[in-house]
Every structure is written in C-alpha cells, then in structure tokens.
C-alpha cells in the first residue's frame, strides 16, 4: 500500500510540474505588447512593428510654420485634444495625409541627399516629447526611373509622440518637416504646424 501512495504521489507531482513548465512556455511566447496612453484619438494602441524611433528636433517658441492652405501638400488629421495622466508616460499618435498625386521621402530615404521627414517640436511649456516613433517607409518608383526605389509616405501615416506632461491645460506646438514631390518634380521643403491640446491629469 505504500508504494502505491508514493507512486500516487508522484504522478501528482509530474503532472504539476509538467503543467508548471506548459504555462511558463506559454507566458514566454506571447509577444510584448507596449500600450499608449488613452487619447481622444482612439485610445491605447501598440507601438508599430518596424518602427523608427528619433529624438524631436528643438523648435523656438513662436517659430511655428505657416502654411499656404491652397497649396497644401501635407493635412494634419489630429487629434486636436487628448487626455493623459500627468507626469506619467503617455503616447500621442499624430495622424496625417499626404495629397493625392503627391508623396513625401520617409523617416529614412533611402538616398543621403533626400529630405527625410522630421518632427520639431516647441520645448517647455509644460510637455516634455522625449522621442518620436516614425512608420516605415514603402517603395516607390518613378516611372522615368523604375529601377530606383525611393523610400516614401503617401496617402495617411502617423508619428508616435512619447511625452510627459505637467499637470493642467497645455499645448503641444509641433511641425513636420517634410518635402513633397510628384511624379515628375518636387516641391521646395516644407513644414507643416501642429497642435494638440494635452489635458494632463
């Protein structure tokens, strides 16, 4: 009778410790998920797989861009108000678009020589972005030149902007830089104003 208590005993024990092994297994491979913080622009969401993360460029207080509305290349989407806990991590998502007919060189053009797209932003005033998430780029090729892959934005992307903010109503003053083109020429560089509302609680 005791040996068959031990040998119990022991099924017992295997099938905790294969049970134990099964769960860890399964625990290490679930991907890791990084959430933003709740926004008035559709909440929490993972941060983009081929992301590419750089620091914002300074802007001086009061250097915004002004933009010619009738020859537009670039349409910020929002959010124009977000919520987040104050002084605590947070992620903004900045939603754009580029014209029709017309496409913008990426984070990382595939050519030195290109203008890549860059965020500058406002420093101080109570918000504090401490580094830019960027889409990567799709390739594109102009018809005299299909050959040639260029590294490109068209249609809607959109920048992750990781920030703290000091408790109250504040303002995130930003612009993208950019340069668009067509498919025959491009445009002279450009930046586009942004602004956002930060509501830190």
Same mark, same amino acid.
Do not use: W
């Given at each position: &009778?005791? #040996?068959?208590?031990?040998?119990?005993?022991?099924?017992?024990?295997?099938?905790?410790?294969?049970? %134990?092994?099964?769960?860890? !297994?399964?625990?290490?491979?679930?991907?890791?998920?990084?959430?933003?913080?709740?926004? =008035? =622009?559709?909440?929490?969401?993972?941060?983009?797989?081929?992301?590419?993360?750089?620091?914002?460029?300074?802007?001086?207080?009061?250097?915004?861009?002004?933009?010619?509305?009738?020859? !537009?290349? &670039?349409?910020? $989407?929002?959010? !124009?108000?977000?919520?987040?806990?104050?002084?605590?991590?947070? %992620?903004?998502? $900045? #939603?754009?678009?580029?014209?029709?007919? +017309?496409?913008?060189?990426?984070?990382?053009?595939?050519?030195?020589?290109?203008?890549?797209?860059?965020?500058?932003?406002?420093?101080?005033?109570?918000?504090?972005?401490?580094?830019?998430?960027?889409?990567?780029?799709?390739?594109? !090729?102009?018809?005299?030149?299909?050959?040639?892959? +260029?590294? %490109?934005?068209?249609?809607?992307?959109?920048?992750?902007?990781?920030?703290?903010?000091?408790?109250?109503?504040?303002?995130?003053?930003?612009? $993208?830089?950019?340069?668009?083109?067509?498919?025959?020429?491009?445009?002279?560089?450009?930046?586009?104003?942004?602004? %956002?509302?930060?509501?830190?609680?």
């Amino acid at each position: &009778m005791r #040996r068959t208590g031990s040998a119990a005993n022991g099924i017992v024990i295997f099938a905790v410790v294969i049970a %134990v092994a099964v769960a860890a !297994a399964l625990v290490a491979g679930l991907p890791s998920v990084a959430f933003a913080a709740q926004s =008035s =622009s559709g909440g929490a969401a993972p941060q983009p797989s081929g992301a590419i993360r750089d620091l914002p460029l300074p802007l001086p207080r009061g250097a915004a861009a002004r933009v010619d509305k009738a020859d !537009a290349a &670039m349409q910020f $989407l929002g959010p !124009a108000q977000v919520t987040v806990a104050a002084h605590r991590p947070a %992620v903004i998502n $900045l #939603r754009f678009r580029v014209a029709d007919g +017309l496409h913008i060189n990426s984070h990382a053009p595939h050519d030195k020589y290109l203008v890549p797209a860059r965020l500058a932003v406002v420093e101080g005033g109570g918000i504090n972005v401490t580094k830019v998430d960027f889409p990567p780029g799709e390739d594109y !090729a102009l018809a005299f030149s299909p050959h040639h892959k +260029l590294s %490109v934005y068209t249609g809607e992307f959109i920048l992750h902007a990781h920030l703290t903010a000091a408790p109250g109503r504040r303002a995130l003053q930003a612009e $993208l830089r950019y340069q668009a083109c067509d498919m025959n020429a491009c445009r002279p560089p450009a930046a586009f104003p942004v602004t %956002v509302i930060v509501i830190a609680k």
